[in-house]
């Protein structure tokens, strides 16, 4: 039978030489020195200086140009719905449009834009177990979006989550966009949850949309969940001293949001800082929400968060790529020997007043992305949405 067309891999062997700068995604060490990445049947073989590496025997070989290669963008927060539709703006191609902003991976908050989203258990259930499938068998536009993500719903019992686990779903939803509001509710079943290795988030702030929920510091740290969604609100924020509260009163996952308040994801960057946890912070869009869908939305987290944030932009393209892929038990999203061959080539955007790739995202300006390259198969040159690159990587 052939395979679905979303889950191709390549089956040869991949050289991408001639790196200017090589992003590995891992905190302790953001940059790596070695200009060559190799490659076999989807997974990294090797990285290195190209003397160093073998690379004989290619079926692909990608010069570089000298750009700079990080681990493909991982967007920690989405609302999928169904295929690369959105009812939420009733869009089409808003994932083939976010491949070309260097994202390949997308993590599920909740399918809960679908018109008529059930809230009894079965439904609930039935949607999420549809929503993993669908999403496992058709990436639109290659990402890999790894969904089906229950909203937890009054009347739902252990053996539900032993029951979506055993099925193939491994992340929840939102916690607080369902019924399930009060903190001692949401800590039971999140526990449930992580008893049968589902990985859960919640919705921190205001309510996102009508018919959504207020979640206050005291709810998150009560139900632990394994994320702080969308610290920076979704886009109300707590109050600055809740988040702090936030930050310095649990060890989980910070997810700061595109869709949020700027100056509380700005606040949160600087706490985590502060309190030498920058492990903790992930990027996320919540796209599509109100504010619409954002196929630039995690370059341009990276982007505000690097300048106004003085942070050094190699560490915010951690954020968005090791730190989610470690905190989520992804296979990609660093660089190093073993993992998926997801990348994102990018360089400068002409005219930038930055001198070099990280010193144009410190100045607040996008780079151009280049080319984006999941399970080892180009699947995009030169994007459609970023501003031009000075450069841009061809194949051989
Ligand atoms: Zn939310």
């Not at 089956?11 to 001639?18: A, S």
């Not at 999420?128 to 739902?156: C, D, F, N």
């Not at 009060?182 to 921190?204: F, N, P």
Request: a negative charge; aromatic letters at 4%.
């Amino acid at each position: 039978m052939a395979l679905p067309a979303g889950i191709e891999t390549q089956r040869g062997k991949m050289v991408i030489r001639n790196i200017g700068l090589l992003l590995s995604g891992a905190l302790e060490a953001p940059i790596l020195d070695a200009d060559t990445v190799v490659a076999e049947a989807g997974l990294i073989t090797a990285v290195g200086r190209e003397k160093d590496c073998d690379t004989g025997a290619a079926t692909t070989v990608i010069d570089a140009q000298g750009c700079a290669l990080s681990p493909g963008l991982i967007d920690s927060h989405v609302h999928p719905v169904f295929g690369d539709w959105t009812p939420r703006q009733n869009q089409f191609g808003w994932i083939e449009s976010t491949l070309n902003g260097g994202v390949t991976t997308m993590i599920s908050a909740g399918e809960v834009h679908l018109p008529g989203r059930a809230r009894d258990v079965v439904g609930v259930k039935a949607l999420a177990i549809t929503a993993q499938r669908a999403y496992s068998l058709a990436r639109p536009g290659w990402v890999k979006i790894h969904a089906g993500a229950p909203v937890l719903e009054k009347g739902m019992v252990e053996s539900d989550f032993a029951e979506l686990a055993a099925a193939g779903v491994t992340l929840l939803g939102e916690v607080g966009l369902g019924t399930v509001k009060a903190g001692y509710e949401a800590k039971e079943m999140v526990g449930w949850a992580r008893k049968y290795g589902i990985q859960s988030t919640i919705h921190t702030g205001g309510p996102s949309v009508p018919g959504s929920g207020f979640i206050d510091a005291d709810t998150v740290l009560e139900a632990d969940a394994d994320i702080i969604g969308h610290i920076n609100g979704g886009h109300t924020a707590l109050p600055l001293k809740q988040i702090r509260c936030l930050c310095e009163g649990c060890g989980r996952g910070i997810e700061i949001v595109h869709n949020g308040n700027e100056l509380a994801g700005l606040s949160a960057l600087r706490y985590a800082k502060e309190l030498g946890q920058m492990h903790r912070v992930i990027l996320g869009t919540d796209g599509p929400a109100g504010s619409g869908v954002q196929p630039l939305g995690i370059l341009r987290m990276i982007a505000l968060l690097s300048s106004l944030g003085e942070t050094p932009a190699e560490v915010l393209f951690c954020c968005a790529t090791g730190n989610t892929a470690r905190m989520r038990k992804l296979d990609c999203g660093l660089i190093e020997v073993g993992r998926k061959a997801d990348f994102a080539l990018m360089d400068r955007a002409q005219h930038s007043a930055g001198a070099d790739l990280l010193e144009s995202v410190q100045k607040g300006d996008l780079p151009g992305i280049g080319m984006v390259i999941i399970d080892g198969i180009v699947r995009c040159g030169r994007s459609r949405n970023t501003p031009p690159a000075e450069r841009v990587p061809v194949v051989v």
